[in-house]
């Protein structure tokens, strides 16, 4: 069974910085593309950055300069560092993988949330 399994959500001030971490274990197939969305209450889950495997990046405008999404292969881990959080950043953010089973397929973590706040 896939799991994808967030940690390093919480509570940060303005200006402060969080790290995400997300490991996928359980597939037989290997990974596509890992990513992370966010959903704040009353808003759609909106894509945040997204790293393919030959490490191409793509981030939302807003956490452009901010945000810096990594990974690594051999643990299939996805990292989100988040700097210079702001009160716009708050939501419950979810780890993404695509994986290479015909057609694709998509899974999908529980989410860990963020809040910033003062």
């Known amino acids: 069974q896939v799991q994808l399994v967030e940690s390093g959500g919480g509570l940060v001030q303005p200006g402060g910085s969080l790290r995400l971490s997300c490991a996928s274990s359980?597939?037989?197939?290997?990974?596509?593309?890992m990513g992370w969305y966010r959903q704040a209450p009353g808003n759609q889950r909106e894509l945040v950055a997204v790293?393919?495997?030959?490490?191409?990046?793509t981030y939302a405008d807003s956490v452009k300069g901010r945000f810096t999404i990594s990974r690594d292969s051999v643990k299939n881990t996805v990292y989100l560092q988040m700097n210079n959080l702001k009160p716009g950043d708050t939501a419950v953010y979810y780890c993404?993988?695509?994986?290479?089973?015909?057609?694709?397929?998509?899974?999908w973590g529980r989410g860990t949330q963020v809040t910033v706040s003062s």
């Open positions: 790293i393919t495997n030959d490490d191409t990046t």
């Open positions: 993404s993988a695509e994986y290479s089973s015909w057609p694709p397929t998509r899974g």
């Open positions: 359980g597939s037989i197939y290997s990974i596509n593309n």
